[in-house]
């Protein structure tokens, strides 16, 4: 099993919709959870953190953590075209931070 | 956050030959890293960089191929050696600032002939 794990997509969501991505992790001992955005060409850009189980809103952006489940989300709200892009997720262990492949998010206008 | 600089931010090279990666942070941090996302691949991490110690490499990846200098908490430099078109990727300095966050430097664009 990955360490990391995200569907890569494609993900189509039309504008102004929730746009939902979701992550996986297999090392229960993770203690920080990531969402990075990365446009094509651009080096990662890291969006939100989240420690602790339940909701973590920050203005659109919600990232949800269930550590018993061993998983995250990050949710879009009213989704731009300038959302487009790869949202990676990553997680940290033996304080490194480690990366799952990315989703790609389309927004449609 | 922190302000990352890399040079060159591309450079295409033959193969044998080897390239220095440069990495600049304008505050002072314990730890740095090194990552290379390969065309369409996500993040993969080579090694963490302390100074004044050995740089700690991840599986698959040693110091012979990458050697890594960390002389000051503000620099690094990663040499990619001998190198083949499978070192053709984007290289990518990293820092952690307390109390969140990792961030990235613009990469490098490696192009391997």
């Known amino acids: 099993q990955k360490e990391v794990e995200q569907n890569s997509g494609p993900l189509s969501v039309p504008e102004g919709a929730i746009a939902s991505l979701n992550c996986t992790y297999s090392?229960?001992?993770?203690?920080?959870f990531f969402w990075y955005r990365q446009y094509s060409g651009k080096s990662p850009e890291l969006i939100m953190s989240?420690?602790?189980?339940g909701d973590k809103e920050d203005g659109r952006f919600t990232a949800q953590l269930n550590k018993a489940s061993q998983y995250v989300s990050l949710l879009i709200r009213d989704s731009q075209p300038s959302d487009s892009a790869t949202y990676l997720c990553?997680?940290?262990?033996?304080?490194?931070?480690?990366f799952g492949k990315g989703t790609r998010l389309h927004i449609l206008p | 956050s922190a302000v990352i600089s890399q040079k060159p931010s591309r450079d295409i090279c033959q193969r044998g030959t080897s390239l220095t990666i440069q990495c600049q942070v304008d505050?002072?941090?314990?730890?740095m890293f090194w990552y290379r996302q390969q065309p369409g691949q996500s993040l993969t991490l080579i090694a963490t960089?302390?100074?004044?110690?050995?740089?700690?490499?991840e599986s698959g990846f040693v110091i012979d191929k990458f050697p890594i200098s960390r002389p000051n908490l503000t620099f690094s430099t990663l040499t990619v050696s001998n190198m083949s078109p499978e070192d053709s990727s984007i290289y990518l300095c990293?820092?952690?600032?307390?109390?969140?966050?990792?961030?990235f430097g613009p990469g490098t664009r490696l192009t391997v002939t």
């Open positions: 990293s820092v952690v600032t307390p109390p969140v966050g990792q961030y």
């Open positions: 090392d229960r001992g993770s203690q920080s």
């Open positions: 989240i420690y602790s189980n």
């Open positions: 990553a997680v940290n262990r033996d304080d490194k931070i480690i």
């Open positions: 505050s002072q941090v314990t730890m």
């Open positions: 960089a302390n100074q004044g110690s050995e740089a700690t490499y």
